[in-house]
């Protein structure tokens, strides 16, 4: 007797098997723009990210998270962490792609944006191997100012060879490192710190030191080094510390690896808590500038953050209409179903706003030495921290939906990404910090806000609704600061919704910025939850075609 109770139909399997820089219409196109000299290449790397073994690597990764061995078995301390091979897989392919340290190294226009591009990609498929990778990239510039560390570290950042292995820096090909800021009594609030530091010989810049105290978040470990906040006793003031893995005469550094946290998502990455007993380490950065220099290490790391969120949001549209485009209901496919249509479009407006948020940041941190670029680079980055980080954890939990009861399951890909959203909204500086830290920019550096407004002004030249909505904004910023404060989520808000419909407005197609700048900047009505949105007027057909080219 046959005991087959039904046949498996209607299920739809993961979206794989694609080229995610071929099927991405924006990127592709922000690419030409900025960076075609790279397209070849991301493109082959697009590929190789796309196909299903990748997206099994990446499953394997955060399914056998880490180990901490701290001990070897006759009770030795080593502090060694134990990945799964499937992480070392991942990053491997990441730094043998050249992009940890390519915009740093690549003197070629259009440097940050090709990186900003493959980050993008890779973030896609597996997030947390991009936490030691993003720390280890934003080191660079703060190294590149020690010329005695630069010259030791130089080649070993810019090589593209992974090598994992856990023995002295000089002994490697090439190297991570991680940061460490958070202590058990405050994160955001640095000057909590109590973490010491005390010179061994005479102290100051370049100089050695023992540090004293804890991380209470340290990620990444197993990096070669990490940079520490600490305070300098022989100062009396914050200050920023090199702090390797091991001594220089070889032996093990004093940095002890209590445990490592059971995290929501990001299960892929090491975040460890730690003890200095009395670690090596050298001052960097002016004496008494500690807070500054570990800021600008982070200026970096926030721009991850928001290509990162843009990335997930993107992996997640992807999933959500490739499923549409097969799952059958009621009669027809769920992307012919008029109010699913809506949400997709929601869906796939605010993906290509993140994007083009974040290829112009990127942009902006190649051409610093311009007023209009430092400005975007200053207050639009903790602005788009803020926003594109938020936007990403709504958003994958919308995804999630649109593919019914199997979004809910933890054996897929959306899942990963729902739970892998929320830390980028958290760490490197948290919501209100990214607005308060707004808010501080705008009262502080006149000249940059009005080179921002002069570029968003020139941008939205010919919407009325921009140019409208721009003029609020204004005088929002005008008001004194400390009336700023309470409504800085408000003025942040305002700030991305015009910054991203004035680069759709620019770049995009009309279709896209119309129901962009109208959904988002013109009805009242819309927006409380994704799908919330009048697309009467709206060419639902090319946007979604464009969201997705198959
Ligand atoms: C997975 C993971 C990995 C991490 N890795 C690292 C790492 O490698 N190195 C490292 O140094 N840190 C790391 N962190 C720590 C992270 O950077 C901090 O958690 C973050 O900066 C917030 O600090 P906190 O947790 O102490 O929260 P708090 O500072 O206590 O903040 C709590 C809340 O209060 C809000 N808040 C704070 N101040 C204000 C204010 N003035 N006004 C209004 N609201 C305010 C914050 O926005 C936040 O929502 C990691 C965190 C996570 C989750």
Not at 253 to 277: H, I, P, Y
Not at 328 to 339: C, M, N, P, T, V
Not at 377 to 385: G, H, L, N, S, V
Request: charge should be negative.
């Amino acid at each position: 007797m046959d005991w087959r109770t039904h046949d498996v139909s209607n299920q739809i399997p993961e979206h794989s098997n694609y080229n995610l820089l071929a099927s991405d219409v924006a990127l592709t196109e922000a690419l030409d723009r900025t960076a075609a000299w790279s397209s070849e290449q991301l493109t082959a790397f697009g590929g190789r990210l796309g196909r299903e073994e990748t997206f099994a690597l990446a499953d394997a990764a955060n399914r056998n998270p880490p180990i901490l061995n701290a001990f070897d078995a006759r009770g030795h301390r080593i502090d060694s962490v134990e990945f799964h091979p499937a992480w070392h897989a991942v990053l491997g392919m990441y730094r043998e792609e050249g992009l940890v340290s390519l915009p740093f190294r690549e003197q070629r226009p259009g440097r940050w944006p090709a990186w900003a591009a493959g980050f993008y990609m890779h973030a896609q498929i597996e997030y947390g191997t991009l936490c030691p990778a993003t720390m280890t990239q934003a080191s660079i510039p703060l190294l590149q100012k020690e010329p005695a560390l630069w010259e030791a570290l130089r080649e070993k950042l810019f090589s593209d060879r992974y090598d994992p292995s856990d023995v002295p820096i000089a002994k490697k090909s090439s190297i991570w490192l991680g940061m460490g800021i958070t202590e058990k009594q405050g994160g955001s609030d640095v000057r909590a710190n109590t973490t010491v530091a005390v010179p061994v010989g005479k102290g100051g810049r370049g100089g050695e030191y023992k540090l004293r105290g804890h991380k209470w978040f340290f990620s990444a470990p197993m990096c070669d080094a990490h940079l520490v906040v600490a305070r300098a006793v022989d100062t009396d003031s914050y200050a920023c510390f090199y702090v390797p893995r091991f001594r220089p005469d070889g032996s093990k550094n004093a940095v002890l690896v209590q445990r490592l946290k059971d995290k929501v998502g990001n299960r892929s990455n090491s975040s460890g808590e730690v003890e200095f007993q009395d670690a090596y380490g050298l001052l960097m950065g002016e004496e008494g500038r500690g807070i500054p220099t570990i800021i600008e290490m982070a200026t970096y790391t926030r721009l991850n953050c928001v290509l990162g969120s843009a990335a997930l949001l993107r992996q997640a549209l992807v999933q959500a209409l490739s499923y549409t485009r097969q799952r059958r209901a009621f009669g027809k496919k769920l992307i012919e179903h008029g109010l699913m249509r809506a949400v997709l479009v929601d869906l796939a407006l605010e993906s290509e706003a993140a994007l083009a948020l974040g290829m112009r940041l990127a942009e902006a941190f190649e051409q610093d030495a311009d007023d209009r670029h430092l400005a975007w680079k200053r207050i639009m980055t903790p602005a788009a921290k803020f926003w594109v980080c938020k936007r990403s954890v709504e958003l994958t939990g919308e995804a999630m939906e649109v593919l019914g009861g199997n979004g809910y399951v933890d054996q897929g890909i959306v899942a990963r990404l729902f739970k892998e959203a929320p830390v980028n909204s958290i760490w490197e500086g948290s919501g209100n910090v990214m607005c308060l830290d707004v808010v501080r920019a705008l009262s502080r550096e006149a000249r940059l806000v009005e080179a921002l407004i002069s570029d968003l002004t020139e941008m939205s030249d010919g919407c009325s609704i921009l140019t409208e909505e721009l003029s609020h904004l204004v005088k929002l910023i005008r008001l004194n600061p400390e009336m700023l404060e309470p409504s800085a989520r408000i003025l942040c808000q305002q700030l991305v919704l015009i910054a991203q419909g004035c680069l759709l407005h620019r770049y995009s197609t009309p279709e896209i910025s119309d129901a962009f700048i109208r959904t988002r900047l013109d009805d009242r009505r819309s927006g409380r939850v994704a799908g919330a949105i009048d697309v009467t007027n709206v060419d639902v057909d090319a946007v979604l075609s464009r969201a997705l080219a198959m």
